[in-house]
């Protein structure tokens, strides 16, 4: 059993910065052998889309439009990963679901509000 818990989001202005995080937890949970961990988010009215992945190597993938803004992270002392999000827009305003990958098998956290608004 895998639970991921998603923490962090909340409300912020245009041009400030929030850090999500996401702990990995349950008997089968082990963050060493996921081989990918991340971000998706969706907002109303959209599909829900990929942010940030990295895979166990460290090797990091970005959305084009967050590229030189979030920075996503991976803590195995902590099994957590997460994401900082610097010079927030309106248009990053979603639910953020954290995602965790083992062979064939996918996770998924229950989500986190974040809004951007001024």
């Known amino acids: 059993q895998v639970q991921l818990v998603e923490s962090g989001g909340g409300l912020v202005r245009p041009g400030e910065s929030l850090k999500l995080s996401c702990a990995g937890s349950?008997?089968?949970?082990?963050?060493?052998?996921?081989?990918?961990m991340g971000w998706y988010r969706q907002a109303p009215g959209n599909e829900r889309e990929e942010v940030a992945t990295?895979?166990?190597?460290?090797?990091?993938n970005y959305l084009n439009s967050v590229k030189g803004r979030f920075t996503i992270s991976r803590n195995n002392a902590k099994r957590t990963v997460d994401l900082q999000m610097n010079n927030l827009k309106p248009e990053d305003t979603a639910v953020y679901y954290c995602?965790?990958?083992?062979?064939?098998?996918?996770?998924w956290g229950q989500g986190i509000q974040v809004t951007v608004s001024p």
């Open positions: 349950g008997s089968g949970f082990s963050i060493l052998l996921m081989d990918l």
């Open positions: 995602y965790a990958r083992r062979g064939s098998r996918r996770y």
């Open positions: 990295v895979f166990s190597n460290g090797i990091a």
